[in-house]
């Protein structure tokens, strides 16, 4: 996964570093990435920068004064695509200062440039830090503000040897300057206002980058910080990742909802087979409570049309909202619009929506989490379970094909976005028969019941 997908810049972006384990490294290696796509990119810091580090750009421009750009960068990035942007040469050896957020606003406007990366702070090459009163500077223009820390520190004493300012982490944390860095000491930096989100312009996505998760235990304890982070409202994503390795990023965690589809009129079955028993419980129910109770599942919506206070009635005390369509004889697409919607409404910064069929009892939490982990890695637009080179439900997908539900008519689901996205669905491949397995029919709520449990992927 490349770094300008993982982290979703768009062109007009201004990002902004913040943090310690490896800005500047993430900074010279987005503006590579995007350069090489064809976008006109400057980088610059309100901080210092080393000289040396200097020769990751192609081309350098130097502002004095406060000088605003002019015509001499837009032919830089004309010629170059490329331009490190700096200010005067600072006091100390072979370092350069970095420009003012004033200066980083003109540049964002200044209609030369598709994006502007910039380091806020320094950490002094330490993995961990909390920012002074007089830091980050976080220009006005920032759209995506990125607090960054090296994984390498967990385990690590809370000491200036490790930490850039570890009196303030204690501050921020309540912990005991000396005490062992943890994980929940890490994510509470990175979210909290005074650490990571320091500055953090209304409307700015927040996106933490969790670095050196350069082995299985690395990547656990990612994982673990990131679960924690996305409890935290501010926070749009989490990405854990290696920079020095040829794949800088290893995952993508984001909210993921689920809607369970109980809206039809289940004509075929001749009944409302929402309701029909399954496992001493109704068919909703049951299908409700294995998304409910899959732990990367941040929350779940169940769609309610033909026998809609039933169906409500049988969820009750499960945790889970209740969707009433009602148009939902216009097909199975007003269900999953109106499911959508919900699931935004609960939750603004979702990142996936999983569209799980109330019909289909084989599905497990397990089955979810499986297919939420594939999102994670390829951060695809569709993620499917496939059996015997079939494709089955129920389907994940990202936020980036949400405005394509608004066009959806009639009893089609998701299959026309589906199609859309055919060559880039990311596939998840099961073991077993259970994603092609729904209940259309009596007689396959029959076949169904007598199967028994079965174990998914």
Not at 178 to 190: D, E, I, Q, S
Not at 282 to 289: D, F, I, K, S
């Amino acid at each position: 996964m490349r770094l300008m997908h993982g982290l979703r810049v768009h062109r007009g972006d201004v990002v902004t570093l913040v943090g310690g384990g490896g800005k500047t490294t993430l900074m010279f290696a987005l503006a590579t990435e995007l350069t090489c796509a064809g976008w006109r990119v400057v980088t610059t810091m309100t901080t210092r920068i080393f000289a040396g580090q200097m020769a990751h750009a192609p081309a350098t421009l130097a502002l004095h004064g406060g000088q605003a750009p002019d015509a001499g960068l837009a032919a830089l990035l004309a010629a170059h695509g490329h331009v490190l942007v700096v200010g005067d040469v600072a006091d100390e050896p072979d370092k350069v200062n970095g420009i003012a957020a004033e200066q980083v606003n003109h540049i964002a406007a200044s209609g030369f440039v598709d994006a502007v990366i910039v380091e806020g702070d320094g950490s002094r090459r330490l993995p961990f830090k909390a920012p002074a009163a007089h830091e980050p500077v976080v220009s006005g223009a920032t759209t995506l503000l990125i607090p960054m820390a090296g994984l390498d520190i967990i385990g690590k004493p809370l000491v200036p040897e490790y930490v850039h300012r570890p009196m303030l982490v204690a501050g921020l944390t309540g912990a005991d300057e000396g005490a062992v860095v943890t994980p929940g000491m890490v994510a509470t930096v990175l979210a909290h206002p005074d650490g990571g989100a320091k500055g953090l312009p209304a409307g700015a996505r927040l996106v933490l980058f969790l670095n050196k998760a350069d082995d299985a235990a690395r990547l656990e304890l990612g994982r673990a910080i990131a679960r924690s982070l996305l409890a935290q409202s501010a926070v749009d994503s989490v990405i854990i990742g290696a920079l020095e390795s040829p794949e800088p990023i290893s995952e993508v965690w984001l909210r993921v909802g689920v809607v369970v589809l109980a809206g039809g009129g289940a004509k075929r079955f001749g009944a409302l087979k929402q309701l029909a028993p399954w496992r001493g419980r109704p068919l909703v129910a049951h299908a409700a409570a294995q998304a409910a109770s899959c732990a990367d599942v941040c929350c779940t919506v169940v769609t309610t049309g033909a026998g809609a206070d039933e169906v409500a009635a049988a969820v009750a005390g499960q945790g889970v909202r209740v969707a009433y369509a009602p148009d939902w004889a216009a097909g199975q697409s007003r269900s999953v619009q109106t499911g959508l919607a919900a699931l935004l409404a609960a939750e603004p910064n979702l990142g996936a929506a999983i569209f799980m069929p109330a019909d289909q009892p084989g599905v497990t939490p397990a089955l979810l989490s499986a297919l939420v982990e594939r999102h994670r890695e390829t951060l695809a637009p569709v993620v499917a379970p496939r059996y015997a080179g079939r494709r089955g439900a129920p389907v994940l997908f990202d936020r980036a094909t949400f405005e394509e539900f608004a066009a959806l008519r009639g009893d089609v689901g998701g299959r026309p976005i589906i199609a859309a996205h055919e060559a880039e669905i990311a596939w998840l491949d099961c073991s077993t028969p259970e994603v092609i397995q729904d209940i259309d029919t009596p007689e396959d709520y029959r076949r169904a019941a007598a199967a028994g449990n079965s174990v998914f992927c």
